[in-house]
């Protein structure tokens, strides 16, 4: 099962620089951009091109590489919108798909005594939930506000999402499939995403 207050503390943790082989440590993109680039802003704004504008307009623009705050929030806003409508791998052999803000679709699998592997899967709506959430909440955290306070806002109900679905392994209702690996239960599961399916 995952183990969320590892989450926090590896999120905490996690260096600006990972190391890892797939991340590199040279730029992914690099810009160019030449006085001809400015002299069609000026064209195009209906400014008459001289030495003398065509200085003064150089100068505004330099300022729009010294500020990242901007660009950094389109690259975040950028990922994010990648993974919408798409399974994210949450965990080891779990993935999410949020449907809304406050609905959601997951898949996941669990490693039973004997080196089995339990897979199930569920659509629920965190809202559903809400008379439970400390209960559920605090199987993993100190406290409600010890959650909040680990995440940003806007992630919040993915995360009580995660916990709602592994402790859903508890109940009697969730219906199962057991296979005998992990690279089996894994393929399962990526069949499930692929097709979009439910297992019933």
Known sequence: MFNKINQKKELEEMPLSVDKPYISSHPWYVEEWYDDDIIKAMHDSGIYFNEINFKIAKEAVKDIFKNLETRNEILRKSVESAFRNQYVKTDDLQYQKALSQTEFSMKGAAE???GVFIIYN???????YEDDKESIITCYYDSMSDFEEAYPDHILNAIFAECIFEQMLSEESVK??????????ERLLQKLISEDSMLF
């Open 122 to 128: 569920a659509t629920f709506d965190v809202s559903d």
């Open 112 to 114: 039973l005594p004997g």
């Open 176 to 185: 199962t499939v057991v296979v005998n690996t992990e690279e089996e239960a």
